[in-house]
């Protein structure tokens, strides 16, 4: 069974930073395409970063200069480094995995985690 278990969240002051993880176990064959997503109260769930399994990274346009994808393919593991965090930021961050689980003879499927939260006062 393949699950993903995001940490690293908290409560920042505005200006402040935070790296969340997120590390996919279980029976796995291969890792792709890895993402960070975030929704805010009230709002919809919106793309921050993702990254390929070779390291090709795309931002949305509101993290861009501020926040880092990054991935270690030893540990099945993707990284947000987050800087400058503003209270806009404010949100339940949730990373997604494309991963072939072992035996599934090629088939990708998508799995998510259960989320963690991140509060930048002001």
């Known amino acids: 069974q393949v699950q993903l278990v995001e940490s690293g969240g908290g409560l920042v002051q505005v200006g402040g930073s935070l790296r969340l993880s997120c590390a996919a176990s279980?029976?796995?064959?291969?890792?792709?395409?890895m993402a960070w997503y975030r929704q805010a109260p009230g709002k919809q769930r919106e793309l921050v970063a993702t990254?390929?399994?070779?390291?090709?990274?795309n931002y949305a346009d509101s993290v861009k200069g501020r926040f880092t994808i990054s991935r270690d393919n030893a540990k099945n593991t993707v990284y947000l480094q987050m800087n400058s965090l503003q209270p806009e930021d404010t949100a339940v961050y949730y990373c997604?995995?494309?991963?072939?689980?072992?035996?599934?003879?090629?088939?990708?499927?998508?799995?998510g985690g259960q989320g963690t939260q991140v509060t930048v006062s002001s």
């Open positions: 997604n995995a494309d991963i072939i689980p072992a035996g599934w003879a090629g088939m990708k499927l998508v799995y």
């Open positions: 279980g029976s796995i064959f291969s890792v792709n395409d």
């Open positions: 990254i390929t399994n070779g390291g090709g990274t």
